[in-house]
C-alpha cells in the first residue's frame, strides 16, 4: 500500500505523513529532505542552485548528509525550491524514491510530486495545504520557540515565493493530483488534522470518498 501526501511548504503535510505512517505502521519517506540536500550540497561546493550542472553535481552525497540539522533551515528550503526546478536533478532523485514507494509491505511518502510523477498509482493521496497567512504563522513559532528573532512579512513573502517557484516551474509542478483529496489544516488543530487524515485515507482504501 502507497499514501501520498503532497502540499505546499508549511502546510503541515510532514507532521500529517509522520502520524499516518505510526497510524499504519508504513514506513516514511520526507522527500522534501532529498532536494534540501542537493540545495545544501550545491552551497558546499560552491556552485549555483540555478545553474542546472552545478545541481545536478550536487545530487551525489553520502547518506550521513540527511541527518545535518542545517536541512531544516529556511535558507536551505529555498535552496532545495531552486535546485529542483532542474529536470536533471528530479531525473537523478526519481528512483531512490520509487524504491522506497515501491518496498514490500508498503509506503508513505510526502512531497510536491508524489501523487503526480513518482506514484500516481498510489492507494491514497492527499492533497494539504493551508492559507498563506497560517503557513507563515507556524513558521514564525517555529523559529520564535527555538529563540530566534523571525519577521512576519518576510516569512510570508518566502512562502509565496516557494510556492510560485513550485507550482510554476516547469517539471512536476506541485499540484493537486487526479483522486486527491484536499485537506485544509489551517483551521485544524494537529490531532484534529491528523484525525481527518486518517478518515480521508480510510476512506479512499474502502473505496468510499467523504472528501
Ligand atoms: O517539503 P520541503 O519544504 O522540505 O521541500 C523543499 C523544496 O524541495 C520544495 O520547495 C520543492 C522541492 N521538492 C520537490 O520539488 N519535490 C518534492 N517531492 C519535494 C520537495
Known amino acids: 500500500m502507497i499514501i501520498a501526501v ?6 503541515g503535510k510532514g507532521t500529517i505523513a509522520k502520524a499516518l505512517a505510526r497510524h499504519y505502521g508504513l514506513p516514511c519517506l520526507d522527500t522534501g529532505l532529498l532536494y534540501r540536500a542537493v540545495g545544501l550540497n550545491v552551497l558546499k561546493n560552491s556552485g549555483d ?12 552525497f553520502e547518506d550521513a548528509l540527511l541527518d545535518d540539522p542545517a536541512l531544516r533551515n529556511e535558507a536551505v528550503g529555498s535552496l532545495a525550491s531552486r535546485v529542483s526546478v532542474h529536470q536533471a536533478v528530479r531525473n537523478a532523485l ?3 524514491q520509487r524504491d522506497f514507494a515501491t518496498q514490500l ?5 510526502d512531497g510536491r510530486d508524489i501523487a503526480t510523477v513518482i506514484a500516481p498509482d498510489a492507494n491514497a493521496k492527499l492533497f494539504v495545504t493551508a492559507s498563506v497567512h497560517v503557513r507563515a504563522q507556524r513558521r514564525f513559532n517555529d523559529a520564535a520557540s527555538q529563540g530566534g528573532h523571525p519577521d512576519m512579512d518576510s516569512l510570508i513573502a518566502d512562502i509565496q515565493a516557494r510556492d510560485t517557484r513550485d ?12 483522486g486527491a483529496d484536499l485537506l485544509d489544516t489551517s483551521d485544524l488543530t494537529i490531532d484534529a488534522a ?3 487524515a486518517i478518515a480521508l ?5 474502502e473505496g468510499r470518498r467523504i472528501g
Open 6 to 11: 503532497d502540499g505546499p511548504a508549511a502546510s
Open 49 to 60: 542552485p540555478d545553474r542546472e550542472a552545478d545541481a545536478l553535481t550536487a545530487c551525489v
Open 94 to 96: 526519481v528512483q531512490r
Open 105 to 109: 509491505g508498503g509506503a508513505i511518502l
Open 167 to 178: 507550482m510554476s516551474r516547469d517539471h512536476a509542478p506541485l499540484r493537486m493530483a487526479d
Open 194 to 196: 491528523v484525525q481527518k
Open 201 to 205: 485515507v480510510d476512506a479512499q482504501l
